[in-house]
């Protein structure tokens, strides 16, 4: 085989393994809601930009958590399991809030519940 289509070889595996995701991983994070607060080790997840990602969630209370930057909601109950699944496509750093359901429609809690940094790949 000569050199040149060697390197061809090379550079078409390069560009099939970065169009396909190569590298990407798949992760789940579980986590538990406990008067409005989770555990400080869970307060900042980082993954790569196309990672699969899968938050398990339980709460101790109805509510809604929203990760912004991707405007993806889920409705978590007492005591059930809830996914939310996404591809880390777009980078930076995206905050999750609990929505506190009520009669005047979802408001934010305070603060962010958690963030989620997506680094590129």
Do not use: C
């Not at 196309?50 to 909601?73: A, C, K, M």
């Amino acid at each position: 085989m000569s050199l040149t289509l060697a390197r061809w070889i090379l550079a078409l595996a390069l560009i099939a393994a970065v169009s396909t995701g190569a590298g990407a991983a798949e992760l789940t994070f579980d986590i538990r809601i406990e008067h409005g607060r989770i555990p400080d080790s869970m307060r900042l997840m980082r993954v790569h930009e196309g990672d699969s990602v899968t938050l398990q969630w339980t709460s101790d209370r109805p509510l809604v958590v929203h990760l912004h930057g991707y405007e993806i909601e889920k409705h978590v109950g007492p005591d059930a399991v809830t996914g939310l699944a996404f591809t880390a496509n777009a980078t930076g750093r995206f905050p999750i809030e609990i929505h506190v359901r009520g009669t005047g429609g979802a408001a934010h809690e305070d603060a962010p519940l958690a963030m989620i940094e997506v680094y590129p790949r």
